[in-house]
Nanobody
């Protein structure tokens, strides 16, 4: 099983980016998928999560109204649409998924927002 995150980049404040996180391999079950971000020297913090059904989503207060998590269960993929980006959103973004009742992390993808 692999979890791959991609879609980061360099944008200006106010612009948008969409991150993707795709699971592949021998997948029998996927549970909650979650996006985290990490600032240099800090612990990872939760950005947004989505239940496997998609009926339940949660967001950090700092991104509510700007970020949207969604998913495509047929593709085993979760997305993070990030709008109205701010310089303080600059971080490495990671995805985590519960696959086959085991926790997996994807590699980080850098998001840089210039002012």
């Amino acid at each position: 099983v692999q979890l791959q995150a991609y879609g980061g980049g360099l944008v200006e404040a106010g612009e948008s980016l969409r991150l993707s996180c795709a699971a592949s391999g021998n997948i029998r079950s996927i549970g909650t998928m979650t996006w985290y971000r990490q600032y240099p020297g800090k612990q990872r913090e939760l950005v947004a999560s989505r239940s496997s059904s998609g009926r339940t989503t949660n967001y950090a207060d700092s991104v509510k109204g700007r970020f949207t998590i969604s998913g495509d269960n047929a593709k085993n993929t979760v997305y993070l649409q990030m709008n109205s980006l701010k310089p303080e959103d600059t971080a490495v973004y990671y995805c985590k998924a519960i696959i086959n009742w085991t926790e997996y992390w994807g590699q980080g993808t850098q998001v840089t927002v210039s002012s």
